[in-house]
């Protein structure tokens, strides 16, 4: 039976999905020696999920540059607190790799706020937003298309915590990797669905009703 997966979905049908879950090791980088030695794994690595975290401001007028890095493998998230270590030579040459396999959401957007801490040169980045166009999924946010695929619901309660505390919080640290974490099973589960055309889309029109009650889950 092939996946069904759908052109849009409704954002209240996912505040019923089971909440994702992240079992896999969380690497705080508060030093430029441990950067170093973070992106030499990184780097070893075949694929890669990239995000960023930026403290919100509530002030109007008020902003912030962005405060942590999140690079995650299939196992492994390494927080990089920008807060503190900056844009050192490691995390430049991280961002600016060739190489390895790198992925994220809306990933210009991204660059632009490191760009704020420093100059680089980015290297091959691929956004998902435009992997998951050759599916004919037209949702553009995480949470979606997370939910679309897997028929889980990533949480997003602590988007606006403060990513410039002198320590982060346990469930700062899950949110912030499962953010990066998401990136590598989007990646490749849609690069399965594309090899194998194991999949059949369901296209609904703004005018449906995305909230039937005989629907249970997303795919």
């Not at 700062?172 to 194998?196: F, G």
């Amino acid at each position: 039976m092939k996946k069904l997966i759908y052109n849009k979905v409704d954002k209240t049908m996912i505040t019923h999905l089971k909440r994702v879950e992240f079992y896999g090791k969380i690497h705080v980088v508060t030093s430029a020696d441990e950067a170093e030695r973070a992106v030499d794994f990184l780097l070893s690595q075949p694929l890669l999920g990239f995000d960023t975290e930026t403290r919100p401001a509530f002030v109007k007028g008020v902003n912030y540059k962005c405060s942590l890095l999140q690079v995650s493998t299939r196992t492994d998230c390494f927080l990089f607190r920008l807060n503190t270590i900056g844009l050192c030579p490691a995390v430049v040459r991280l961002l600016g790799d060739v190489e390895v396999t790198k992925v994220g959401l809306a990933w210009n957007n991204d660059i632009l706020s490191l760009k704020r801490l420093g100059s680089f040169n980015p290297g091959r980045f691929i956004d998902l937003q435009d992997m998951v166009r050759e599916l004919g999924i037209e949702d553009q946010s995480l949470v979606k298309i997370y939910a679309n695929l897997f028929g889980e619901r990533i949480s997003k309660a602590e988007r606006l915590s403060n990513w410039e505390r002198g320590e982060l919080k346990e469930s700062q640290q899950l949110y912030a990797a499962i953010d990066a974490w998401a990136c590598v099973r989007i990646y490749n589960e849609v690069q399965r669905l594309l090899a194998t055309g194991d999949y059949e889309l369901v296209v609904r029109s703004d005018e449906d009703n995305l909230n039937s009650h005989n629907e249970t889950s997303l795919s």
